[in-house]
T-cell receptor, first 112, second 113 residues
Framework: DQQVKQNSPSLSVQEGRISILNCDYTNSMFDYFLWYKKYPAEGPTFLISISSIKDKNEDGRFTVFLNKSAKHLSLHIVPSQPGDSAVYFCAASDPGTYKYIFGTGTRLKVLA | SQTIHQWPATLVQPVGSPLSLECTVEGTSNPNLYWYRQAAGRGLQLLFYSVGIGQISSEVPQNLSASRPQDRQFILSSKKLLLSDSGFYLC????????????FGEGSRLTVL
């Protein structure tokens, strides 16, 4: 049972345009959502997060939107840069168990 | 912020051999600790997590085990490795008592031949 899903395994975007990465979840008890960036053979790097009591959080070029009624979150990267090319994981945390459940990742390729 | 140390970084082991991956955490006390595995082309699968010394929760039935002998030390072990144990293993640490940012180590690449 995949509680956190990233249905797009890959995404290609032109440099300077917007990248939108999507994530869906099933457990309404999740209270915190995070996005990580990962390069091959390295540990994931934290990008941005959002609490379940908010619907938007912004940090520089990165914005995360949360739609609780749809159990959906998205990460917007504007403008996209070639250095943003990596695999992006969304994650959700369960406050009752302190578990963090990750999606399967979306590989973003930003074309110069 | 926290710093997560993992070792060894790379390991090649024959089928049936034992395994020990170690993880230590700096910059916090009483963290929640996690072991994840990323198989080739796959997402991050939660294997074990611990909210305190000696407290281990297992997520996936397998021939791996975890132990937490000290507050900031987390060990992943196996008595006999299988081919399917190959993958990229990640240790992570989160703050005690609430859910917030999760910090990751650099990972350990295990190849079972």
């Amino acid at each position: 049972d995949q509680q956190v899903k990233q249905n797009s395994p890959s995404l290609s975007v032109q440099e300077g345009r917007i990248s939108i990465l999507n994530c869906d979840y099933t457990n309404s008890m999740f209270d915190y959502f995070l996005w990580y960036k990962k390069y091959p053979a390295e540990g994931p790097t934290f990008l941005i997060s959002i609490s379940s009591i908010k619907d938007k959080n912004e940090d520089g070029r990165f914005t995360v939107f949360l739609n609780k009624s749809a159990k959906h979150l998205s990460l917007h990267i504007v403008p996209s840069q070639p250095g943003d090319s990596a695999v992006y994981f969304c994650a959700a945390s369960d406050p009752g168990t302190y578990k963090y459940i990750f999606g399967t990742g979306t590989r973003l390729k930003v074309l110069a | 912020s926290q710093t997560i140390h993992q070792w060894p970084a790379t390991l090649v082991q024959p089928v049936g051999s034992p395994l020990s991956l170690e993880c230590t955490v700096e910059g916090t006390s009483n963290p929640n600790l996690y072991w994840y595995r990323q198989a080739a082309g796959r997402g991050l699968q939660l294997l074990f997590y611990s909210v305190g010394i000696g407290q281990i929760s297992s997520e996936v039935p397998q021939n791996l085990s975890a132990s937490r002998p000290q507050d900031r030390q987390f060990i992943l072990s196996s008595k006999k490795l299988l081919l399917s144990d190959s993958g990229f293993y990640l240790c992570a640490s989160g703050a005690s008592g609430y859910t917030g940012e999760l910090f990751f180590g650099e990972g350990s690449r295990l190849t079972v031949l």
